[in-house]
């Protein structure tokens, strides 16, 4: 079965600060991996997604993830953030078909 | 423009009624999502309809049902044998399959039981 764990829940950091977000999934065939944000008040958008190819991707505000096949991981990054950055961050997972599954999602303050 | 609608944006249900959540997307997507948002949790997967007439139980799919007779639309409701419904629920849709496009989401709907 699919499932997803991202490893913090909440993360406090200073403005120019670096990121970066946990996450592993178990999951034994092809996936397609994605981070999406929620803004305080907003509804979920995508940040970046991976389907194949270069295993570094990059998305929009700055951020980047790399796909680790042997680790299982897709860890968001993010060389410096911004307090406009503070949102809560959901890696998903899918897997064969169309069944998504979603982290527990990490809560991201950032002081200004 | 295009997009998912959810409605209504704040429900109240009462012990032992059965209350159904709206979601129509005009984004001629095949699949459709719902799933439960709980603080600390995430988002839970309740049900997914990869085409019209079929769907299938996701994760937490006890006590609540659904169908998907048009493409469009993709009603849940949440039946009265849901112990702990109080929660955030988000629908979503993606393209056809194969197609690895990402999901879009509505702006939810927040249920609480009076």
């Known amino acids: 079965a699919q499932s997803v764990s991202q490893h913090n829940h909440h993360v406090i950091l200073s403005e120019a600060a670096s990121l970066e977000l946990g996450c592993n999934y178990s999951y034994g065939g092809t996936v397609n991996l994605f981070w999406y944000v929620q803004y305080p008040g907003q509804h979920l958008q995508l940040l970046l997604k991976?389907?194949?190819?270069?295993?570094l991707v990059k998305g929009i505000k700055g951020f980047e993830a790399e796909f680790i096949k042997s680790k299982f991981s897709f860890n968001l990054r993010k060389p410096s953030v911004q307090w406009s950055d503070t949102a809560e961050y959901f890696c998903a997972v899918r897997g064969g078909g169309f069944k998504t599954i979603f982290g527990a999602g990490t809560r991201l303050f950032v002081k200004a | 423009d295009g997009g998912i609608t959810q409605s209504p944006k704040y429900l109240f249900r009462k012990e032992g009624q059965n209350v159904t959540l709206s979601c129509e997307q005009n984004l001629n997507h095949d699949a459709m999502y719902w799933y439960r948002q709980d603080p600390g949790q995430g988002l839970r997967l309740i049900y997914y309809s990869q085409i019209v007439n079929d769907f299938q139980k996701g994760d937490i799919a006890e006590g609540y049902s659904v169908s998907r007779e048009k493409k469009e639309s993709f009603p849940l409701t949440v039946t009265s044998a849901q112990k702990n419904p109080t929660a955030f629920y988000l629908c979503?849709?993606?393209?056809?399959?194969?197609?690895?496009?990402?999901?879009?989401f509505g702006d939810g709907t927040r249920l609480s039981i009076l």
């Open positions: 991976y389907f194949s190819g270069d295993p």
């Open positions: 979503a849709s993606s393209g056809e399959a194969g197609s690895n496009q990402p999901q879009h």
